[in-house]
């Protein structure tokens, strides 16, 4: 089964660890929460919130199962924030490895990861 899971860069660069394209990754995943997601949304204008399966939480619920799977594609998004996220500002961007700490890119910081997942079951 294949999973789209978002990873919040503070996530990364508190308690992460990088990996790439081809990693074996076991983490515990979380529902995704569209309301606290929405504003993927507003800086992309495109719907991809809507298909995020699941979150990458470090610090999410210690009881929550592991899932294992390969990492099959990684992208970071950057965006601008003034103070609240900026419509249309969001930046994708493929990447083969997913690094602990990243340059702003065009005046945009990073805001996270969208990485696809193929799990067993």
């Known amino acids: 089964m294949q999973l789209y899971v978002w990873m ?60 294992a799977g390969t990492v099959t594609s990684i992208a970071t998004l950057h965006s601008r924030s003034a103070p609240e996220p900026v419509a249309g500002s969001g930046l994708m961007a493929s990447v083969v490895t997913a690094e602990k700490w990243n340059d702003d890119v065009e005046g945009r910081h990073i805001s996270g990861f969208l990485i696809r997942i193929l799990t067993p079951n």
Do not use: Y
Not at 9 to 24: A, H, I, L
Not at 31 to 36: K, M, S
């Open 8 to 67: 919040a860069s503070w996530q990364m660069e508190c308690c992460g660890t990088p990996f790439r394209e081809g990693s074996e990754v076991s983490w515990r995943l979380g529902h995704p929460n569209l309301a606290e997601l929405g504003w993927i949304d507003t800086v992309l204008h495109d719907g991809i919130a809507a298909t995020i399966d699941a979150v990458e939480d470090h610090h999410g619920d210690a009881s929550a199962p592991l899932t």
